[in-house]
């Protein structure tokens, strides 16, 4: 379908056929990752039904860093039975894993990490990040992995910013950044084990879009700066999250100042979701072999 087609599609969306918000959610108090990264966790796994098959998300800063000689991060540490999604909007960092994956991110890049069966990795700041200090801000996703493919081999895809279809919304909107999924003609890079899409959104100040979503996936969005109102209704701020029901085809959102979004839907995984720390399976028992697994080194370890 082309842009054309979809903004025409979109713009005769009902009010009976948008996605109703069900619930915003105010950001919560802070924790440090490691020492480099400031994030306040706005969704996870206790409520999976909501996110399927999103899992988590943490949004890091923005903050000021002074310049330092010593790297900051978080250092090795395991994964099993999911991916990690980075977006850096400011910052740089980089990261290796056991598997041999690895790369350095900045502004408007994504790491798009399949833990799989396991892994250790780090994730540092970058050497150049760190000299020079500066603001920094990210976003890490957690995607499940639906139980056929928790033990699919370790992957890496870094995606940089120049790979990523930046299409312009209708009637000078904003635009919109195909992560993955798909919109319009435009397909996002990231290639994912279920259908999701990821899409990085600026709007304008007075202006507003309505996009379709698919009926039946869940659907969320979040807003890194600025002030939205959805379906006419509900308003977001800045670390807010709206998320909106299964049922509908779309959402309508309109910007009062300049607004960056991410929008994130996704076929929801209806599976059992137990996870422990940095282990997201199905049940506990296999739980409990991921922590043996790790312990006993058959996920790998860090070269010094
Ligand atoms: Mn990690």
Do not use: C
Not at 121 to 138: C, D, I, L, N, V
């Amino acid at each position: 379908m082309s842009i054309a087609e979809t903004a025409t599609k979109t713009a005769t969306l009902t009010a009976q056929a948008v996605k109703d918000v069900v619930e915003i959610k105010t950001p919560p108090s802070g924790h440090w990752v490691g020492d480099g990264f400031p994030v306040r966790t706005i969704f996870s796994y206790d409520n999976a039904r909501a996110f399927s098959p999103f899992l988590l998300m943490d949004y890091a800063g923005p903050l000021n860093f002074p310049p330092a000689q010593k790297r900051r991060g978080v250092g090795e540490h395991p994964h099993r039975g999911f991916e990690t999604v980075t977006i850096v909007y400011s910052g740089e960092v980089e990261h290796r894993d056991s598997s041999g994956g690895g790369g350095k991110i900045g502004p408007g890049d994504v790491q798009w990490m399949t833990a799989g069966s396991g892994l250790v990795h780090e994730e540092m700041h970058s050497a150049a990040y760190t000299k020079s200090g500066g603001p920094f801000e990210a976003i890490q996703l957690w995607v499940n992995l639906p139980a056929r493919l928790k033990m699919t081999k370790p992957k890496y895809q870094g995606i940089v910013a120049g790979q990523i279809p930046q299409m312009d919304l209708p009637g000078g909107a904003g635009t919109l950044r195909v992560i993955s999924g798909q919109f319009g003609d435009a397909k996002g890079p990231a290639e994912t084990h279920t259908p999701m899409n990821l899409w990085d959104v600026r709007l304008n100040g007075g202006h507003g879009v309505t996009l379709s979503l698919p009926s039946g996936h869940t659907a969320s969005v979040f807003v890194l700066k600025g002030h939205i109102s959805v379906n006419g209704k509900s308003e977001g701020r800045a670390a807010e999250l709206i998320v909106l029901d299964r049922k509908g085809e779309g959402v309508r959102i309109d910007a009062d100042a300049d607004t960056h979004l991410v929008i994130l839907s996704g076929e929801p995984i209806d599976e059992p979701v137990f996870g422990y720390g940095p282990f997201v399976m199905n049940t506990e028992s296999e739980i409990r072999q991921a922590m043996t697994d790790y312990q006993s080194g058959r996920m790998g370890r860090l070269t010094a």
